[in-house]
Nanobody, 123 residues
Framework: QVQLVESGGGLVQAGGSKRLSCTAS??????MGWFRQAPGKEREFAAA????????TYADSVQGRFTISGDNAKNTVYLQMNSLKTEDTAVYYC??????????????????WGQGTQVTVSS
């Protein structure tokens, strides 16, 4: 049984930092990523990493502020979030799959999801 367990969410002031963690169990994946969903909005892509190549990709909205990294051996992915803005407030979801790299921006490309962790950025 595959499980993705996230941690690290919480309340942070604007301009601050937070690091999210996600560990997958049950099988290994070639690609892991993070999505987020703000109230009343659709779930959107934030970042992804492919273990085999070390490639990373980011949404324009987080590029330069967020960094995705991880430990392939531990099947764990991190999302370091710096210079947080109030508009970063959302539930952050970890995702894992073997999807083609050019499809990672779509929620439909991912089969496995964590339960989500709330990040609230206060002004």
């Amino acid at each position: 049984q595959v499980q993705l367990v996230e941690s690290g969410g919480g309340l942070v002031q604007a301009g601050g930092s937070k690091r999210l963690s996600c560990t997958a169990s049950g099988r290994t994946f070639s690609t892991m990523g993070w999505f987020r969903q703000a109230p009343g909005k659709e779930r959107e892509f934030a970042a992804a990493i492919r273990w085999t190549t070390g490639s990373t990709t980011y949404a324009d909205s987080v590029q330069g502020r967020f960094t995705i990294s991880g430990d392939n051996a531990k099947n764990t992915v991190y999302l370091q979030m710096n210079s947080l803005k109030t508009e970063d407030t959302a539930v952050y979801y970890c995702a894992a799959d073997d999807a083609p790299w050019n499809n990672v921006y779509s929620t439909r490309a991912w089969d496995y999801w964590g339960q989500g962790t709330q990040v609230t950025v206060s002004s």
